[in-house]
């Protein structure tokens, strides 16, 4: 429990350094909303005229503790250029991207594991230098050119077998369901791909250690077979490590898909926030970076503690200092 | 034991005395339970012989059924099962596919889906820039007192007809009958009015290019009186982009996320940077309603996306189509139409006419000699066009004038020798653009200046730091940005403005075009100052940016010139082809 109420006060103040380091850099930026919105032919005084329509000529500590003022009661403010809450379209765009990281990382886990188990145990030299291979190609696919053969072979209207939309998601969004569905299929499968090579990796290596340590060992001396060691008592002790892996790849995969995005035209985080900031809407790009490190840190949060939950030996390791 | 676990994995007759769970719950806990690790292996030690066999037997059975369910055939079928799964997905697909084609047999489609490239941030056609917003909502959703064609002419809009005083100051507009709004509200002289003076007094989007502005006044309820306090001869397409534009006095809307207008179609749905629905307006007043009832206009960052839905069917036109990638379209003549249209896009190489070098008038010489401008186009794919000067040809007072600066690298490495540099010692100038426009225009230009002795380092900035650094810093040697505007030969004239030029030469010939009581004295007028600018070289010209459209054959009624910025969307048809 104390460890919980630590990690807690930790997060709480790691996201006020971040509400800092983020307004900051920001204002550090060359541009601003103003001028884009005014565009190449504007005199000067319709700039600042929009600057102080926007309240971007108060002082910066007035801007922040507003925001901030904001943030507290769960206002992430109004975009200054589209003119919507940015709660709800980042929650928009998050019905995108999750959807697609979850779908991406069932993908990843089931090939990643599937392989690394399987390069783990195999016997035969010649297979698990296959699985080698596979493992390295895997992870050397460029994410773009692996979406455009996906395309070229499963895409609607493009593809040999031209079974799935390659472009877009439903406007309407999860209300029609098989659309959106089938919409994500193939962004999930390239993003599923290139992710299980690397997730195959490290189960190949974790497992790997484990399997010349002595729990193997003492699992097989109680009669199991190498196989069934692996599987009982090699993956239960790799599951921390392989969380801890997950919830990164889970992390960097909520802007890493950005390129995935945009070649299947989703309107998803990524290329959200991208375009936010090409136009240099601060406050939209502020409370969405602040919602992203926000998770991030919350993503790390969730893995200590299913550490804890996966390996009781850190429960015991407290109880003895406690 | 080794030996062992192989004997027992031959055998298969022992499953059925499996019990897996007590074989996973003896091995799993006992590297945990850190003191009590011994404690299976004490028992066994304590064992008979027989007791010892029979308990690693059935150990072994157990973990082995595991080890055989999840590795041979368990593989088998879950990879069975995953083939089957996609192979359901994709049968489903299939089916709902052919039910989709099949409704659209039903002769002309009653929805279009159109590609584009730029979407607009928020429908705010009163502060928002950019012409992206044009594109969508003049003419379609919002109308103005006059209009402009395909040809950049000015035609009738609301107003049927109007008449100008002898001395060029008051402009009497005549409105149609009977106009509504598409929310039912009437619309007559006093929105027009209204709309005309909020721009003025509230500095709204391009307010600036409503000169010698003095008052418009709703003479009766279908006549408006326009006022200025000297003549203007461009007001009348003035008012046919957004300074004439019509809003409802009386709606209360969001105007950044909604619009109210009184043209041919409604924004039905608008989801930022991803796509705007358009239906048509029930209420149209005017004899041309819409004729297809939904146009959905969707935006594609990427160019290779963009393709593939027009390849995929799921848009039917894409403007524009990167040139480089039409060439599949261009061949399939049979389903596709690929065409060129004339724009107002002027690719702008600006040279600092106050810069450290750059203001060295045989510096600016010596690069547009140097520039080779037939092969900036054939490496684009060669639809655009040369422009030798600030006017484009759909624009008033266009002239020809690429012959004032050939590309000759000879005299531009005269000239630059003059100025004091060679290849030997090379000038340095920093080339800032934004990085939407690619890096070979930038790479082109560093090889085409380099043998005249000038070493180009190419800087590749966002849009809004150009915005921030060349146009209101003016802190440049080179910048490369793209001028889509009509009309808009004033930037020439303006010392503000990021060129750095000023001519009072130039200034009089606008001076006195703008007051010119005709068009074609006020085109003359506008020809000779385009002549002089391109004289003084303040910049390059690189080209005529044309956008190429690639459609469907059966795509009727899109329009090609100018639809980056003006998209009439009222005649689009689209009649799917019999199979």
Redesign the interface.
Known sequence: MRFIVRRFLLFVAALFVISVVIFAALRILPGDAPSVMAGLNAPPERVAMLRSQMGLDRPLAVQYSSWIDGLLHGDFGISLLTGRPIGSMVAARCSVTFPLIVLGLIVAIAIGLTFGVMAVLTTRPALRSGFHLLGLIGGAIPALWGGLLLILLFGRGTGLLGVLPSQGFPETGWDSFRTAFASLVLPALTVGVISGASLMRYTRSALGDIMHSGYIDQAMACGYTRRAAALKVGLRLTMPQLVSVVGLMFASMITGVMVVENLFALPGIGTGLVTDLGNRDLIAVQSELFMLAAFFLFIGFLVDLLHRFLDPRLRYAVQERA | ??T??GA??ENDATRQTADPAD??G???T???A?GSRDV??AQNAASTDETLNA???K??VG??R??NG??KKG?IW?IAA?VVVVAL??V???I??KAEIVTDRAHQADSVSIGLKLAP??L?IR????TSLDQVLVGNVYEGIVARDSHNNVVPGLAKSWEKSADGTIYTFHLNDNMTFSNGDKLDAEDVAWSINELMVN?Y????LLMNFKSAIAADTDTVKIELTAPYSDLLWVLACRPGLVLDRNAEY?I??QAVGSGPYTVA?F?????I?LKANPHYWGGGKAITQTV?L?Y???D??AV??L????VQVLAPVSENLAGPFEKDNEHYRVAAGDGTDKFVLAMNSKGAATSDIRVRRAIRHAIDHKQLIASRGGADKPLGGPIASLDPGYEDLTGLYPHDVDEARELMKEAGYTTENPLELRLTYANTYGTELGDQLRSQLKPIGINLKVNMV????????V??NKDYDLSL?D?N?SH?FS?WTDD?YYYNYSNEKVKNYYRQAMAASDDSQRDALLSKAARQVSEDAPADWLFNYRITTAMKTGVTGFPLNLNQTLLPLRDVTYVPAQR
Not at chain 2, 127 to 130: A, E, K, P, R, Y
Not at chain 2, 271 to 275: F, I
Not at chain 2, 311 to 314: I, L, T
Not at chain 2, 462 to 469: A, I, K, N, P, V
Request: glycine share 4%; proline share 4%; no cysteine.
């Open positions: 034991m080794p062992n676990s027992y994995d074989g996973i003896h091995v799993v006992s590297p945990t850190n299976p292996d308990h690693v037997k150990r072994a973990g082995k595991a080890a999840l590795t593989w879950a995953m997905i994709s489903f697909l299939v709902r596919q941030t928020n705010d502060n928002q820039s950019g500095h989007h391009s307010s600036e969001d950044k996320t749905k989801v930022p940077n991803d796509s629905t959905v969707r594609f960052a990427d290779n996306a593939n839905a390849k995929s069917g799921d966002e849009f809004s730091t150009w915005l921030q650094d146009l209101k940005v001028h505007e808009d930037q503000q």
